[in-house]
């Protein structure tokens, strides 16, 4: 067991390697250079943006060196700060390079460049300054947490109930007319866009017909449209996935002994075809759960739930580049956390694994 | 038992020959719809791109963009009305001076309709160029490591995993806004999340054939692993990819629509998540054509994808059936 989780433990060593780099490249390497345009906006002096590049590290060197090409007005930044205290001035020189002047600066180390910045900042737990919220990114993000999991939670847990509940009326049925329909029924269901899931379902049952609340995070009843809401556009596949992992075990041998023993058709499904067919299954669910804490993107903004969902939408309209990193590299870690938690847990519930 | 297997004898002939698979596809009633629609979807797309074009060409403004001050939000109903009242010459002179159009007007008075074929338009590029970007990436990645093994199928299993373990749309997201708003962001957001899925199978696939008497006869004959790869493997993985592209190509579109939709998508041209954006603020004041029409759009399109890709994946690959009667 211990080297079973050591070994484990050992694979999720180049997959975290693997974000951070990916990140990186996609947050610095390619958006690094456009990120202080997309945060402040076209109305942005030149000096705004230095500003912005030295707060956020984008006038470090990439990878490795000690100089780095930065805008042209950031030694004129860099003496306004040094002025007022803020910072020391830094060394800065000019260069041709492919027929036009770069302006380059010296940096206060070989290490003090994006990448090591990146990594240190990010084994400290230090995830930025938010410019949306005007917080620190990792209080943004503590606080949505909650809100998206009081969200995504009953959605995953009534959901999968429903979902199964039908497929096991599908392979009760199969073949026969109460299968065909809910197939027909589960490809509808997934054919319709989730916009229009979100839209339809705030406009029609919440200001039409004023069942529900329209807005608002008050009370559990705040909630239950947009928990059937999700569950709704998410039911289409999860049926057909969890017809198909029954289907799978149904016409094992097994089941053909259980009904030569001349037990009830309800009692095969349920004792002998659904608990073999659970394993598919909650390798599926299980692995819904890291994108969980992430929320729902457009429920959460739509019905006014202050969670991660919402945030991140927020932070996306307005260029908030923090926390739509952030959340990211969260997403992606948890992600990791939540699928080594999940097979060990299978690792102690089932002695086989360890072997394979 | 037995019928069910001269099924699958029958299925398997079927999957040898792509004509086999057409005429199976053909003889169902529904998936016989699905590729009427698929068509017709492609035919209005094409005369989307063309008018498109035309108008672009010629630097006019398009017709799906022409305000039209005097016919704002006008519903289909009272168009058609006075259509059939222009017919049967019953005309007033409002309804002589309404132009016809069939799916209503917007709040600037643009034809909903040819603003839906616009949509159409991007919906096919969207399913396309994400196509072409995630398809030959995860098949070239998933050929070489299911044939190679080793250390290049490692390498190939890390970079699955770890754009696996981005969190999906906001990844997409992430990659869209920092490549730009437009088309562009939406193309590179979902081809480079996407071809996880693809590579994934065609691995597998690869991995089954990897071994079997037809690839151990190349590799004695001296072919090199290209010729193996291309010429004798890529062939027999070929059925996935086009399952794979039935699949991708309906889920690209709605993701498109999610993007446009948020705002960082297609700017300033009528894509569907653009026109449920404008109309979904509408919908309150009783503007209910503009949303139901590009709601009904989207609806047939990926509903024929999805049964087509059902019924492709069950003529292929009988051990995978989803459809009726498994």
């Known amino acids: ?356 | 038992m037995t019928a069910e297997k001269a099924e699958k004898g029958k299925m398997e002939e079927g999957a040898a020959s792509g004509r086999g698979v057409l005429r199976r596809l053909w003889g169902c009633m529904s998936t016989r719809l699905c590729l009427v629609a698929v068509a017709a979807y492609c035919a209005v797309a094409l005369y989307g791109e063309a008018s498109y074009r035309i108008s672009r060409a010629m630097d006019v403004t398009p017709s799906y963009n022409a305000v039209d001050d005097a016919h704002r939000n006008v519903s289909p109903v009272r168009s058609w009305g006075a259509a059939i009242r222009r017919m049967c010459g019953t005309a007033g002179a409002e309804d002589a001076a309404m132009p016809f159009r069939p799916l209503g007007t917007d709040n600037l008075g643009r034809d909903v309709a040819k603003r839906c074929v616009q949509g159409a338009r991007i919906a096919f590029h969207v399913g396309i160029m994400t196509s072409l970007i995630a398809i030959p990436l995860g098949v070239m990645l998933g050929c070489a490591g299911g044939y190679f093994g080793g250390r290049v199928d490692s390498a190939v299993v890390w970079l699955c995993a770890t754009v696996a373990s981005m969190p999906g749309l906001l990844f997409i997201l992430a990659i869209s806004l920092v490549a730009g708003k437009g088309l562009m962001g939406i193309y590179l957001g979902i081809g480079l999340t996407t071809w996880v899925g693809v590579c994934r199978t065609i691995r597998a696939e690869t991995m089954k054939h990897r071994d079997r008497a037809y690839v151990q006869a190349a590799r004695v004959l001296g072919y090199s692993h290209m010729r193996i790869i291309c010429r004798h493997i890529l062939p027999n993985v070929a059925h996935l990819i086009l399952i794979q592209f039935s699949i991708r190509f309906p889920s690209a579109v709605s993701t498109e629509v999610f993007i446009s939709f948020i705002g960082i998508g297609v700017q300033d041209e009528p894509s569907w998540g653009n026109m449920i954006k404008n109309a979904c603020g509408r919908l309150w004041q009783g503007v209910w054509w503009e949303l139901a029409s590009v709601t009904a759009a989207i609806f047939v399109l990926v509903l024929a994808f999805n049964r087509l890709a059902d019924a492709l994946r069950d003529c292929f690959d009988p051990a995978l059936r989803t459809g009726r009667g498994a």
């Open chain 1, 1 to 356: 067991m211990r080297r079973y989780i050591l070994r484990r433990l050992f694979e999720t060593v180049p997959t975290t390697v693997g974000i951070v780099m990916l990140t990186f490249v996609l947050f610095n390497v390619v958006g690094g250079g456009s990120a202080a345009e997309t945060v402040m906006g076209k109305s942005a002096t030149a000096e705004d943006l230095a500003n912005f590049d030295a707060k956020n590290g984008y006038d470090k060197p990439l990878l490795f060196g000690r100089w780095a090409e930065v805008r042209q007005d950031a030694d004129k930044a860099d003496a306004k700060r040094a002025k007022a205290g803020k910072c020391r001035p830094h060394e800065f020189r000019t260069e041709e390079r492919g027929g036009r002047t770069v302006l380059l600066q010296k940096n206060d180390g070989p290490f003090d460049t994006q990448f090591f910045n990146y990594v240190s900042d990010l084994a400290h737990g230090r995830l930025g300054w938010s410019e949306e919220y005007q917080q620190p990114v990792a209080r943004v993000l503590a606080q949505g947490a909650g809100p998206s999991l009081s969200l995504t939670l009953p959605i995953l847990v009534c959901g999968t109930l429903a979902g199964l509940s039908l497929a096991m009326a599908c392979a009760a049925f199969r073949g026969g007319r109460a299968d065909a329909a809910i197939l027909v029924a589960s490809t509808v269901l997934m054919s319709v866009n989730y916009v229009v899931w979100v839209l339809g379902g705030q406009f029609f049952l919440a200001f039409k017909a004023r069942l529900f609340p329209v807005w608002g995070y008050e009370s559990a009843f705040c909630l239950v449209l947009p928990v059937a809401i999700g569950m709704l556009s998410s039911l289409g596949v999860d049926i057909r996935f969890f017809r198909a992992a029954i289907l799978d075990e149904i016409h094992r041998p097994y089941v053909r002994t259980a009904q030569a023993k001349g037990l009830g058709r309800l009692r095969i499904l349920v004792r002998h075809v659904l608990r073999n067919a659970l394993i598919p299954v909650v390798t599926y669910v299980s692995l819904q759960i890291p994108h969980l804490f992430t929320g729902s993107l457009l429920l959460e903004s739509f019905f006014g739930i202050p969670g991660l969902g919402a945030v991140s939408i927020r932070a996306i309209t307005s260029g908030d580049m923090a926390v739509v990193r952030a959340t990211v590299i969260a997403g992606a870690l948890l992600y990791q956390f939540v699928n080594l938690a999940s097979d060990l847990l299978y690792a102690v519930l089932d002695p086989r694994v360890k072997l394979s």
